[in-house]
C-alpha cells in the first residue's frame, strides 16, 4: 500500500475519487476519498475487465476502467476507541429487525432503553434506543401511561422503527408479541406474567402492571 | 386509639403492640414494612401508632425530607415553563415536578393563568414514584373544579418541618395535634389566610406585612421550639398586642 496508510483516523485523506471508490467505512467530499471511522485500510482491486472483444466488424466502446475499492473495516478488538453513544460491533441493528433490549430510564413521554441483542446476536457495545409513549401499544395509544408499561431494570422485546439521531434508534412494542419479556419485582423477585398487562411476583403475591410480550 | 411505643428502624415489633381484628386484615401505613411471609418492621424511628376501629398501624415521625406521594396537596414553587408545561419545585435540591398547563380550572389553550418563575401554586401531586419526577395538578381531574387548587398570589410562604405541616393538615388541630396559636390569633381579631402543603410549607396573607410575617414566625417557631399549648396561647396574645 505504498500510498494509503494502513490505519486511518476519521477526516483522513485516503486519496482522489479519479483513483478510488468509495466502500464502506469512507465518505466522498469535494472529489475527494476520507475515512469515517477509525480502523486498518484494505484496498479491493477490481476484477481484471474482459480483453476487448475480437470482432472485427464491430466497434464496442471502451468500458472505463474499474477503480480499486477502498474500504474501512470496523476493527472489533478491545484496543480502538468508540467515540459516540453508538458503540462497535459486528452486526448493527436496522429497521424492522426485533431487538432484545434493558430499560434504563422512564419519563412520562419515553423510555429510554439500551440494546443488547438484536435479532440472534448479542452486541458487544450497548446502543441506545427510545420507545415514544405513542409507539408502546397498537390501540389506544394516547392511553398509554409509561409507569405501567415499563419500569427501569426491564428486558424488552421491541422492533426497530427508526435508525434515528445521532444518540438514539428509535423503537417499538406495539404488537403482540413485543414488550417486557422479563421483569423484577419492587420487592427484588422475578416475576411471572399472567396477563398481556400484569406481572405477579410469587413471593409477595403482588402484581405490577406491565406491557407484556406474548411468550411464544 | 394511640399507644406510646418509640421504634427505630429494623427493630423486631413485638406482636402484641399490634393491633388484631376479627374481620378486616392489617392495614400498614407509612413507617412500616412487610417482609414475607411474617415480618413487619418499621423503616423510621418515632412512635407506633394504632387504630383498633380501622385495624391500622403506622409510624408518627418527623423529618424535613419530603417524599412526593400521590394524592398529597403541596405547595409548589413555578421554576420555569416549557411547552404545555410547568416545572415546579416542590423541595430544594430535588428534581422538579411537571405540571401541565391545561391542568387548572377552566384553563384552555387559548386561556390559561400566565405563570412565571417564582409564583406559587397549591396542588395535588396525581403521580409520584421512585423512577420518575413527579406530577402534580391544580384541578380535581373527576369534577373538573379546583376545589381550593390554583395559584396563590401575594402572602408570604415559610417552611416547617414535615410533622408540623401534618398536624395543621388534621381535621381538628386543637384536639388532635395540639395546635392552637392558629385559633388564638384569630380570636385575638387577626385576619388571615393560610394554605399548607405537606412538603413542609406554608403560605400566608393577611393585610399588611407586619401581620403575615407575625403570623409566620409563630407557626415556625410554634414548630422550632415544639411550644404546648400554654406556651402558644402566650405568643399568639403578645403578638396580638403589638399588631
Same mark, same amino acid.
Given at each position: 500500500?505504498?500510498?494509503?496508510?494502513?490505519v486511518a483516523v476519521p477526516g483522513q485523506l485516503l486519496g482522489p475519487v479519479s483513483e478510488y471508490q468509495p466502500g464502506p467505512g469512507t465518505h466522498v467530499h469535494n472529489s475527494n476519498l476520507y475515512a469515517s471511522i477509525l480502523g486498518p485500510v484494505r484496498k479491493l482491486n477490481p476484477p481484471k475487465p474482459a480483453g476487448p472483444q475480437k470482432r472485427l466488424t464491430k466497434i464496442t466502446p471502451a468500458v472505463p476502467a474499474a477503480l480499486p475499492t477502498l474500504s474501512i473495516e470496523r476493527n472489533i478488538s478491545a484496543a480502538s476507541q468508540d467515540g459516540g453513544s453508538k458503540g462497535k460491533a459486528e452486526i448493527l441493528p436496522e429497521v424492522n429487525s426485533t431487538v432484545l433490549c434493558r430499560v434504563t430510564r422512564i419519563t412520562p413521554k419515553q423510555a429510554q432503553v439500551a440494546i443488547l441483542v438484536v435479532g440472534e446476536t448479542v452486541l458487544d457495545g450497548e446502543w441506545q434506543g427510545l420507545i415514544r409513549v405513542q409507539d408502546v401499544r397498537a390501540t389506544e395509544k394516547d392511553k398509554v401511561k409509561i409507569f405501567e408499561s415499563f419500569r427501569p431494570g426491564d428486558i424488552v422485546r421491541a422492533v426497530v422503527i427508526s435508525l434515528g439521531d445521532q444518540s438514539n434508534y428509535y423503537l417499538a412494542t406495539a404488537s403482540n408479541n413485543l414488550g417486557v419479556i422479563m421483569a423484577t419485582s419492587e420487592a427484588g423477585n422475578a416475576m411471572y406474567p399472567i396477563s398481556w398487562k400484569e406481572y405477579k411476583d410469587p413471593e409477595t403475591g403482588a402484581s405490577e402492571s406491565r406491557k407484556v410480550a406474548k411468550p411464544f | 386509639m394511640a399507644t406510646e411505643t418509640f421504634v427505630l428502624p429494623g427493630e423486631t415489633l413485638d406482636p402484641t403492640a399490634l393491633p388484631s381484628h376479627p374481620k378486616l386484615p392489617l392495614k400498614l401505613g407509612p413507617g412500616l414494612r412487610h417482609i414475607p411471609p411474617n415480618t413487619i418492621t418499621p423503616t423510621v424511628a418515632g412512635q407506633l401508632c394504632?387504630? &383498633?376501629? &380501622?385495624? =391500622?398501624?403506622?409510624?408518627?415521625?418527623?423529618?424535613?425530607?419530603?417524599?412526593p406521594t400521590a394524592g398529597d396537596l403541596v405547595i409548589a414553587t413555578i421554576q420555569k415553563s416549557s411547552v404545555d408545561l410547568y416545572h415546579a419545585s416542590l423541595s430544594d435540591y430535588t428534581p422538579n415536578a411537571s405540571? @401541565?398547563?391545561?391542568?387548572?380550572?377552566? =384553563?384552555?389553550?387559548?386561556?390559561? @393563568?400566565?405563570?412565571?418563575?417564582?409564583n406559587l401554586v397549591y396542588g395535588?401531586?396525581?403521580? =409520584?414514584?421512585?423512577?420518575?419526577? @413527579?406530577e402534580l395538578e391544580c384541578v380535581s381531574s373527576s369534577t373538573g373544579k379546583s376545589e381550593g387548587l390554583g395559584p396563590l398570589t401575594g402572602g408570604m410562604l415559610f417552611t416547617i418541618s414535615l410533622g408540623m405541616a401534618r398536624r395543621m393538615m388534621l381535621p381538628k388541630p386543637v384536639e388532635q395535634g395540639n395546635l392552637v396559636v392558629l385559633d388564638e390569633l384569630g380570636a385575638q381579631g387577626v385576619a388571615f389566610e393560610i394554605a399548607v402543603g405537606r412538603n413542609g410549607r406554608v403560605w400566608v396573607d393577611s393585610k399588611t406585612v407586619k401581620t403575615t410575617l407575625a403570623i409566620g414566625k409563630a407557626i415556625v417557631d410554634t414548630d422550632e421550639k415544639g411550644l404546648g399549648v400554654e406556651d402558644q396561647k402566650k405568643l399568639a396574645r403578645k403578638l396580638a398586642r403589638d399588631l
Amino acid at each position: 500500500m505504498a500510498q494509503v496508510t494502513s490505519v486511518a483516523v476519521p477526516g483522513q485523506l485516503l486519496g482522489p475519487v479519479s483513483e478510488y471508490q468509495p466502500g464502506p467505512g469512507t465518505h466522498v467530499h469535494n472529489s475527494n476519498l476520507y475515512a469515517s471511522i477509525l480502523g486498518p485500510v484494505r484496498k479491493l482491486n477490481p476484477p481484471k475487465p474482459a480483453g476487448p472483444q475480437k470482432r472485427l466488424t464491430k466497434i464496442t466502446p471502451a468500458v472505463p476502467a474499474a477503480l480499486p475499492t477502498l474500504s474501512i473495516e470496523r476493527n472489533i478488538s478491545a484496543a480502538s476507541q468508540d467515540g459516540g453513544s453508538k458503540g462497535k460491533a459486528e452486526i448493527l441493528p436496522e429497521v424492522n429487525s426485533t431487538v432484545l433490549c434493558r430499560v434504563t430510564r422512564i419519563t412520562p413521554k419515553q423510555a429510554q432503553v439500551a440494546i443488547l441483542v438484536v435479532g440472534e446476536t448479542v452486541l458487544d457495545g450497548e446502543w441506545q434506543g427510545l420507545i415514544r409513549v405513542q409507539d408502546v401499544r397498537a390501540t389506544e395509544k394516547d392511553k398509554v401511561k409509561i409507569f405501567e408499561s415499563f419500569r427501569p431494570g426491564d428486558i424488552v422485546r421491541a422492533v426497530v422503527i427508526s435508525l434515528g439521531d445521532q444518540s438514539n434508534y428509535y423503537l417499538a412494542t406495539a404488537s403482540n408479541n413485543l414488550g417486557v419479556i422479563m421483569a423484577t419485582s419492587e420487592a427484588g423477585n422475578a416475576m411471572y406474567p399472567i396477563s398481556w398487562k400484569e406481572y405477579k411476583d410469587p413471593e409477595t403475591g403482588a402484581s405490577e402492571s406491565r406491557k407484556v410480550a406474548k411468550p411464544f | 386509639m394511640a399507644t406510646e411505643t418509640f421504634v427505630l428502624p429494623g427493630e423486631t415489633l413485638d406482636p402484641t403492640a399490634l393491633p388484631s381484628h376479627p374481620k378486616l386484615p392489617l392495614k400498614l401505613g407509612p413507617g412500616l414494612r412487610h417482609i414475607p411471609p411474617n415480618t413487619i418492621t418499621p423503616t423510621v424511628a418515632g412512635q407506633l401508632c394504632t387504630d &383498633k376501629r &380501622k385495624n =391500622a398501624v403506622w409510624v408518627e415521625f418527623n423529618g424535613s425530607r419530603y417524599i412526593p406521594t400521590a394524592g398529597d396537596l403541596v405547595i409548589a414553587t413555578i421554576q420555569k415553563s416549557s411547552v404545555d408545561l410547568y416545572h415546579a419545585s416542590l423541595s430544594d435540591y430535588t428534581p422538579n415536578a411537571s405540571l @401541565p398547563q391545561l391542568s387548572f380550572e377552566g =384553563a384552555t389553550k387559548k386561556t390559561r @393563568p400566565q405563570l412565571t418563575s417564582g409564583n406559587l401554586v397549591y396542588g395535588r401531586v396525581t403521580l =409520584a414514584n421512585k423512577h420518575m419526577d @413527579p406530577e402534580l395538578e391544580c384541578v380535581s381531574s373527576s369534577t373538573g373544579k379546583s376545589e381550593g387548587l390554583g395559584p396563590l398570589t401575594g402572602g408570604m410562604l415559610f417552611t416547617i418541618s414535615l410533622g408540623m405541616a401534618r398536624r395543621m393538615m388534621l381535621p381538628k388541630p386543637v384536639e388532635q395535634g395540639n395546635l392552637v396559636v392558629l385559633d388564638e390569633l384569630g380570636a385575638q381579631g387577626v385576619a388571615f389566610e393560610i394554605a399548607v402543603g405537606r412538603n413542609g410549607r406554608v403560605w400566608v396573607d393577611s393585610k399588611t406585612v407586619k401581620t403575615t410575617l407575625a403570623i409566620g414566625k409563630a407557626i415556625v417557631d410554634t414548630d422550632e421550639k415544639g411550644l404546648g399549648v400554654e406556651d402558644q396561647k402566650k405568643l399568639a396574645r403578645k403578638l396580638a398586642r403589638d399588631l
